[in-house]
């Protein structure tokens, strides 16, 4: 794996990133995933292959398989405790380093980016919005925390590893092709694991 260009990359590849493993394992989480994916891809047609950027142990991964079996899956994941996880998944092709570091080499139907984007040092947003344009062929799936303007958050007691912004709407403006074809927002209060979080599918 290469070196790492931000500090977020280093906080995510090490223990932090092997805690947050833990913190999200529990079985009920499998079944909120597997409702969400059913919600956001209700308007995306034709998808038979997807990479996911910041795959984690591959949780959003294994409750998109559930809804369709036969799609190809892919992964991008910086932390090597993930990835171990990750190897569990069958026939998933696994890519270990920084979404930054990632160069695409072939397009996938669908990229799909899901708390991740609220981790990262927002200097390499449009970098990361670059990658995700060329990695999809048709669809970019984005779920975030969501803010009109860009904020920094405290994240566990921690400053600069959580910011909020409208990450969807900086990818409308920067890609004119793309269109917006469903958004939706799930609420805590529904379900504990959907973490106010809002979503956009867009559409090249």
Do not use: C
């Amino acid at each position: 794996m290469s070196e790492f260009l931000t500090e977020q990359e280093a906080f995510w590849a090490g223990e932090f990133g092997d805690e947050y493993i833990s913190r999200n394992a529990a079985a009920d989480l499998q079944k909120s995933n597997r409702i969400f994916f059913q919600e956001v891809f209700r308007k995306a047609e034709g998808i038979s292959s997807l990479i996911e950027f910041g795959a984690n142990s591959g949780l959003n991964l294994l409750a998109i398989k559930e809804i369709n079996p036969a799609i190809e899956l892919s992964a991008i994941e910086i932390n090597a405790q993930a990835v171990s996880e990750l190897k569990k998944i069958k026939d998933l092709k696994i890519y270990h380093d920084s979404i930054l570091n990632f160069k695409p080499d072939y397009p996938r139907n669908l990229s799909l980016i899901k708390g991740v984007l609220i981790h990262l040092n927002p200097a390499v947003l449009n970098q990361t919005y670059d990658l995700l344009y060329a990695a999809s062929d048709k669809y970019i799936v984005i779920a975030e925390y969501y803010n009109p303007t860009p904020t920094a958050v405290d994240y566990r007691g921690h400053q600069d590893r959580l910011f909020k912004r409208d990450f969807a709407g900086e990818m409308l403006d920067r890609f004119p092709d793309l269109k917006l074809v469903d958004y939706g927002f799930k609420y805590h209060r529904e379900n504990k694991y959907f973490d106010d979080l809002n979503w956009f599918l867009l559409r090249k």
